[in-house]
């Protein structure tokens, strides 16, 4: 197996099981939930049969502070609903609580209205944590009975007791119910929702299913309603006063309880995460899941952790190995289909995370543009600093910019500007000269012509010994090739004069440079073999470049008719006409002094 396909099984493998140690630690559980209500929790048709009536702001202007009522009030209620046999409710659920005596008629006035009719009375426990010292050591319960509120005795034995104990989730929205509760060994106490939907089914000739729970007696509740859609505006004042028909609550479930703001009965749920919900309307929600059979099961986490590792190791894995372009649409399919899937799921009654898989694919689609980029920025690096030994930096640059397809494998054809530029009489000088002092000179005379040629926008082909060769054209055009080329032969003539003179000073050494410039087609690309290549330009106009230069004296630029007439009035020249023979050229080829150019 190739390094590189090892190191891609590692990352993968890394990656794979980091992914699933972030999910299973829980740091996503917000996100998670926030997706999963926007997700599942969709409002539906509301039950008729299930109706409010409010203890809310109305009933308090006329009967006081709702903490302040005795039990006449609930009681005068349940008269009312009661006054007509023929149009009794089937079952009335009062969310409150009555758990002591208050040695009144008031009590007594209470239990005798709650006889005549089916009515669900409320009980709460009180749960804290505890710890219980035995001889295999400390447990701890965090979710102990340590108390218990049940309706007064009285109350008690003609009604149906049912818990209202609220259950938040760690995020604090109310997700779940409670089916049942234990105040203590042996007693089970179900839920006032569950109570009433089983009244309720019994009175219709109907069996309820029991809610699948955990340990603790938790279900999860798909919401059918958002706030205040089962509440009516009925107020509890309009019923005591006489003001609701009775065909509003004939055969069906009546709840009674608060629905006004500072009775501290309101809680987030996830199908409006924006506004809140008042406890009796919570209590309507969780009675239609009952009664429906709406069930949803929460998928254990194990399977769904092992397809998130999978899924990402094998994702991971195609991110290093294939395209940017098929990893990223992979990603993206399986991130819309991971939310598709989860939503078909729910509706077959299973709860999935839906992040999970999802966040891993928009992490594997950063992560596949990341791995893009680098390889990306690899490349570049990696033609940048080959272009750049031979190429002026903002044509590299431009070079980049236009791609690195440009280049062509195996060079193409176009006209380039081919400069040469060589040293007159550097073998005699070699010989008169120790070798230090002849690279001194040489790394001198070298940088001079090389960075007359970046300053100009050249390409600089190659050293060979004395000699320089560089063109313009390539790799991208250049419209004033042969004007930049010519520049370039006068500014390097200057140059080394200019040398000369310091060189003189120093060790008493003359510097004269002969230069050559032509113009044509030529083929400029990589040469070589894959592994040692060099970016150069081939051709007969190259060699005639060089023809030139060879026989160019010190301080001379030869250059062809061809850059002449494209030069025109910009060039101060003068014709050798055929006086100068170029080895391999017919006759009649000219050749020409540059002697000045105009600025462009």
């Known amino acids: 197996m190739k390094r590189s396909a090892k190191l891609s099984l590692l990352f993968s493998l890394i990656g794979a099981i980091l992914i699933t140690f972030i999910a ?27 109706v409010i009536i409010g203890i809310d702001n109305k009933a308090q202007q006329e009967f006081g502070n709702y903490f302040n009522w005795d039990r ?16 009794l409710p089937a079952v009335v659920a009062i969310d409150a609580l009555y758990g002591g005596r208050t040695e ?4 007594n006035q209470l239990v005798d209205a709650a ?66 509760v234990k105040p203590r060994q042996n007693v089970t106490v179900y839920s006032m929702a569950y109570q009433a939907a089983r009244k309720y089914a019994q009175k219709h000739g109907q069996q309820l299913e029991l809610p699948e729970t955990n340990s603790r007696g938790h279900f999860y509740i798909p919401y059918t309603a958002t706030p205040h859609t089962y509440y009516d505006d009925v107020s509890l004042a309009d019923l005591i006063n006489g003001d609701v028909n009775p065909d509003y609550y ?72 294939i395209p940017f372009l098929y990893s990223s649409i992979i990603c993206v399919i399986l991130a819309i289909t991971h939310i598709f899937v989860c939503a078909a799921f729910y509706n077959l009654g299973y709860i999935w995370h839906p992040l999970w898989l999802t966040g891993a694919m928009v992490l594997m689609l950063v992560t596949s543009i990341v791995v893009h980029y680098l390889s990306v920025a690899k490349q570049r690096k990696k033609v940048t600093s080959t272009l750049e030994r031979y190429v002026a930096p903002n044509i590299v640059k431009e070079l980049l910019r236009e791609g690195t397809e440009s280049l062509g494998l195996g060079g193409k054809l176009c006209d380039i500007a081919v400069l040469f530029v060589d040293v007159r009489g550097f073998t005699t000088m070699s010989e008169n000269k120790d070798p230090r002092t002849i690279v001194s000179i040489l790394n001198r005379y070298l940088a001079m012509t090389s960075s007359c040629i970046e300053q100009n926008e050249g390409t600089l082909d190659k050293f060979i010994g004395d000699a320089t060769m560089a063109f313009w054209g390539a790799p991208l055009p250049q419209e004033n090739a042969i004007y930049l080329a010519s520049k370039t032969a006068l500014e390097i003539v200057e140059g080394a004069e200019k040398l000369s003179k310091e060189l003189k000073e120093e060790i008493g050494v003359d510097l004269r440079v002969g230069v050559g410039v032509h113009f044509g087609p030529a083929v400029v690309g990589n040469m070589g073999s894959e592994k040692h290549m060099d970016y150069t330009a081939v051709g007969d106009t190259v060699n005639t470049a060089s023809r030139l230069e060879s026989n160019a004296p010190g301080s001379t630029v030869y250059i062809s008719r061809v850059v002449a007439e ?26 020409l002094i540059l002697k000045s150019l105009k600025d462009e």
């Open 566 to 591: 494209k030069l025109g009035e910009k060039a101060e020249v003068e014709s050798l006409g055929a006086k100068v023979k170029l080895k391999g050229k017919a006759e009649g080829f000219e050749v």
């Open 72 to 87: 006449s009030v609930v009681a005068s209620a349940l008269e009312v609903l009661a006054s007509d046999p023929n149009k």
């Open 250 to 321: 004939a055969g069906k479930i009546v709840l009674i309880g608060p629905y006004a703001e500072g009775l501290a009965d309101q809680w987030p749920v996830p199908i409006s995460r924006g506004k809140q919900m008042y406890g009796v309307e919570i209590q309507a929600n969780v009675i239609q899941c009952i009664l429906d059979g709406n069930y949803k099961l929460e998928t254990p986490d194990r399977p769904q952790l092992i397809l998130l590792f999978l899924a990402s190791f094998f994702v991971l894995l195609m991110v290093f190995q």
């Open 115 to 180: 006889s005549k009719l089916d009515v669900i009375t409320a009980s709460s426990v009180e749960f804290d944590v505890v710890q219980t010292f035995g001889e295999d050591g400390v447990t701890i319960s965090r979710y102990a009975a340590v108390g218990y509120t049940p309706p007064f005795e009285l109350l008690r034995k003609v009604t149906t007791e049912g818990h209202i104990n609220e259950l938040l989730d760690t995020d604090g929205v109310m997700r779940h119910a409670l089916l049942y």
């Open 104 to 107: 009144d008629i008031y009590d």
């Open 24 to 50: 299973q630690s829980n740091i996503l559980y917000g996100p998670d939930q926030y997706i999963q209500d926007m997700l599942y929790q969709k409002p539906g048709v509301a039950s008729a049969d299930i």
